[in-house]
């Protein structure tokens, strides 16, 4: 099949839960068909992977994302700007030339914002899939609730609710033949809301890598994210306040790795007060780091969708450590597969007793992997989303 493919960010390096999930279906959708990308990047030294992604794309275009003071206003009066930011009248173009050269079988959008991309003809004149990853709106609204600058607030707020109001519109108005979605949770708010869209459940997956079994304990607690993503920037100065802060003086050499790409100068300023507290932002490979961990925390308080880095840390085996949001829209239990727990004083507990006694919670580590095996291998998850384009296309033949 022709897949023209719309992104609202380079999915490389795959070093966010984002773009991990969009490289991933990327890679296994393109063995079978072929995929025309249509990328907005955030700086021109994106273009530099462009080779790493002809590996699986037949065409790549990129788009920069204009960020000077004009454009932002401009942009912010056409629409709330996390969407705006991101329409682009040239790729709007490039869409058009493309769909005129040869037969297109799916056009398919990672995020609503890319639909603004797309002009209603083109919409519906074509096969539509939206993956949705998560209910942007309700993220945005989440953080405004627990932002403590009086501007920052009254801005999120505003643009909560214009983004609900852009997707409400897409969502009712728009011809799109599928959603898909990560979490479950989304998956049940989105049909409540809108029962007649066609939906289908397309949860993050996991490659399945090898444990490599520590042989001393060292102490050290891992947690990775995008770190300019709000809920993870909110999270992790939670749990250094909350927790981190008493944990360090019960054990000294207990060090926090804070792994992820754009960490701001707030960020960096507020964990320089302790010692132990390595902010690497972005880094090429996780691996090592998950190698040096002991414990995996996800002091996630607001955000949606499942995380790519509960699966991940699950993958290698780690003992992980979440808030209930962290797990939300999976079928991963406390006390079986992991610890969950709201309350900063059983978080601080279940760090501690992980670090200094982790054969208490061995069993646990064992069950989760066991479960990703069987549910949430990117084949598994990629072979049923392949089925539900078949139902859609009416025939097989496109596939192997």
């Given at each position: 099949?022709?897949?023209?493919?719309?992104?609202?960010?380079?999915?490389?390096?795959?070093?966010?839960?984002?773009?991990?999930?969009?490289?991933?279906?990327?890679?296994?959708?393109?063995?079978?068909?072929?995929?025309?990308?249509?990328?907005?990047?955030?700086?021109?030294?994106?273009?530099?992977?462009?080779?790493?992604?002809?590996?699986?794309?037949?065409?790549?275009?990129?788009?920069?994302?204009?960020?000077?003071?004009?454009?932002?206003?401009?942009?912010?009066?056409?629409?709330?700007?996390?969407?705006?930011?991101?329409?682009?009248?040239q790729l709007k173009k490039d869409i058009q030339k493309e769909?005129?050269?040869?037969?297109?079988?799916?056009?398919?959008?990672?995020?609503?914002?890319?639909?603004?991309?797309?002009?209603?003809?083109?919409?519906?004149?074509?096969?539509?899939?939206?993956?949705?990853?998560?209910?942007?709106?309700?993220?945005?609204?989440?953080?405004?609730?627990?932002?403590?600058?009086?501007?920052?607030?009254?801005?999120?707020?505003?643009?909560?609710?214009?983004?609900?109001?852009?997707?409400?519109?897409?969502?009712?108005?728009?011809?799109?033949?599928?959603?898909?979605?990560?979490?479950?949770?989304?998956?049940?708010?989105?049909?409540?809301?809108?029962?007649?869209?066609?939906?289908?459940?397309?949860?993050?997956?996991?490659?399945?890598?090898?444990?490599?079994?520590?042989?001393?304990?060292?102490?050290?607690?891992?947690?990775?994210?995008?770190?300019?993503?709000?809920?993870?920037?909110?999270?992790?100065?939670?749990?250094?306040?909350?927790?981190?802060?008493?944990?360090?003086?019960?054990?000294?050499?207990?060090?926090?790795?804070?792994?992820?790409?754009?960490?701001?100068?707030?960020?960096?300023?507020?964990?320089?007060?302790?010692?132990?507290?390595?902010?690497?932002?972005?880094?090429?490979?996780?691996?090592?780091?998950?190698?040096?961990?002991?414990?995996?925390?996800?002091?996630?308080?607001?955000?949606?969708?499942?995380?790519?880095?509960?699966?991940?840390?699950?993958?290698?085996?780690?003992?992980?450590?979440?808030?209930?949001?962290?797990?939300?829209?999976?079928?991963?239990?406390?006390?079986?597969?992991?610890?969950?727990?709201?309350?900063?004083?059983?978080?601080?507990?279940?760090?501690?007793?992980?670090?200094?006694?982790?054969?208490?919670?061995?069993?646990?580590?064992?069950?989760?992997?066991?479960?990703?095996?069987?549910?949430?291998?990117?084949?598994?998850?990629?072979?049923?989303?392949?089925?539900?384009?078949?139902?859609?296309?009416?025939?097989?033949?496109?596939?192997?």
């Amino acid at each position: 099949m022709k897949l023209i493919w719309l992104l609202p960010d380079i999915p490389y390096p795959a070093n966010t839960g984002g773009r991990i999930a969009m490289l991933k279906r990327i890679e296994y959708l393109s063995k079978n068909n072929d995929i025309y990308l249509f990328c907005v990047i955030d700086n021109e030294d994106d273009i530099k992977y462009k080779s790493e992604l002809e590996k699986y794309c037949k065409k790549i275009f990129f788009y920069l994302r204009k960020k000077n003071i004009i454009s932002k206003i401009q942009k912010i009066i056409l629409g709330p700007y996390i969407a705006s930011s991101r329409w682009n009248c040239q790729l709007k173009k490039d869409i058009q030339k493309e769909l005129t050269r040869e037969h297109t079988d799916f056009i398919i959008i990672d995020f609503p914002q890319m639909l603004g991309n797309l002009n209603d003809k083109i919409i519906n004149k074509h096969k539509i899939i939206l993956n949705q990853h998560n209910i942007e709106w309700k993220t945005l609204l989440a953080f405004a609730k627990t932002i403590n600058s009086p501007i920052k607030k009254i801005i999120y707020y505003i643009e909560s609710y214009r983004l609900k109001h852009l997707e409400y519109y897409y969502y009712s108005n728009k011809n799109i033949n599928l959603y898909t979605f990560v979490s479950s949770e989304d998956e049940k708010y989105f049909k409540t809301e809108f029962p007649l869209n066609k939906t289908l459940l397309s949860p993050i997956g996991s490659e399945i890598p090898k444990v490599v079994k520590k042989e001393h304990p060292t102490k050290n607690i891992l947690f990775v994210g995008k770190m300019s993503y709000l809920p993870n920037i909110e999270g992790i100065r939670w749990f250094i306040e909350k927790i981190f802060s008493q944990l360090s003086l019960k054990l000294p050499d207990c060090k926090l790795y804070i792994v992820g790409k754009d960490p701001d100068d707030n960020l960096k300023s507020f964990a320089a007060k302790h010692k132990n507290i390595i902010i690497t932002g972005t880094v090429e490979n996780v691996e090592e780091y998950y190698e040096l961990a002991d414990i995996v925390i996800l002091p996630l308080l607001n955000g949606g969708g499942v995380k790519v880095k509960l699966l991940e840390a699950l993958s290698y085996g780690k003992i992980v450590i979440s808030t209930s949001k962290g797990v939300e829209g999976t079928n991963f239990q406390d006390q079986i597969d992991l610890l969950i727990t709201n309350d900063k004083n059983k978080f601080y507990q279940y760090c501690y007793d992980s670090i200094t006694n982790p054969n208490k919670y061995i069993k646990l580590p064992l069950s989760a992997r066991k479960k990703i095996e069987q549910e949430y291998t990117w084949k598994a998850i990629m072979d049923n989303y392949e089925k539900a384009i078949k139902k859609l296309i009416g025939t097989i033949k496109y596939f192997v």
